[in-house]
T-cell receptor
Framework: SQTIHQWPATLVQPVGSPLSLECTVEGTSNPNLYWYRQAAGRGLQLLFYSVGIGQISSEVPQNLSASRPQDRQFILSSKKLLLSDSGFYLC?????????????FGNGTRLTVT | AQSVAQPEDQVNVAEGNPLTVKCTYSVSGNPYLFWYVQYPNRGLQFLLKYITGDNLVKGSYGFEAEFNKSQTSFHLKKPSALVSDSALYFCAVREKTGANNLFFGTGTRLTVIP
């Protein structure tokens, strides 16, 4: 069966510090991968998605970036965090072809920028 | 353009009573529709999806949803609510033409009162 792992679960970082959140998927190959941010426990905002190694699409311009160095690894990064980057970050994967495939989410990382 | 509306921020229901969480959608073509549940500080869990065929879809934990094309709705239902059903529920839509993204509603917080 497929599983998705996200770490760390919680993170407190000062403004201006770098960020690296990791996500890995097991039990499937060539998945679509996604990073979402959930603010205030409600709406989900798609940040990045990837259909393959090295292929990243950005949905929202900001100081975050994403990389996919391996088929089942997706990394969210920032060189300098802002206060507004605080939130709950969720990684997800879906099967390809994907149109009727649900997204499967990790347990999320709660980031607090102080 | 695709969009999802969940008109109720909060739904309260007594334990044992039927529950309904409302969702309406807007797509230019035929939709794929999904329901997710989120417990505190966790990722979203997939409950059920509508692809085609029978308008009544059955999913996990006794939940079901009814697709109504004329009303562009996909309401989530359960005949008898449990206290453990208390959580945040998200409706999501994707066009069948294969867009990479799922568009999520803003979520409805369900509270089941003992």
């Amino acid at each position: 069966s497929q599983t998705i792992h996200q770490w760390p679960a919680t993170l407190v970082q000062p403004v201006g510090s770098p960020l690296s959140l990791e996500c890995t998927v097991e039990g499937t190959s060539n998945p679509n991968l996604y990073w979402y941010r959930q603010a205030a426990g409600r709406g989900l905002q798609l940040l990045f998605y990837s259909v393959g190694i090295g292929q990243i699409s950005s949905e929202v311009p900001q100081n975050l970036s994403a990389s996919r160095p391996q088929d089942r690894q997706f990394i969210l990064s920032s060189k300098k965090l802002l206060l507004s980057d605080s939130g709950f970050y969720l990684c997800a994967w879906s099967q390809v072809p994907h149109a009727n495939s649900p997204l499967h989410f990790g347990n999320g990382t709660r980031l607090t920028v102080t | 353009a695709q969009s999802v509306a969940q008109p109720e921020d909060q739904v309260n229901v007594a334990e044992g009573n039927p529950l309904t969480v409302k969702c309406t959608y807007s797509v230019s073509g035929n939709p794929y529709l999904f329901w997710y549940v989120q417990y505190p500080n966790r990722g979203l869990q997939f409950l059920l999806k509508y692809i085609t065929g029978d308008n009544l879809v059955k999913g996990s934990y006794g939940f079901e949803a009814e697709f109504n094309k004329s009303q562009t709705s996909f309401h989530l239902k359960k005949p008898s609510a449990l206290v453990s059903d208390s959580a945040l529920y998200f409706c999501a839509v994707r066009e069948k033409t294969g867009a990479n993204n799922l568009f999520f509603g803003t979520g409805t917080r369900l509270t089941v009162i003992p």
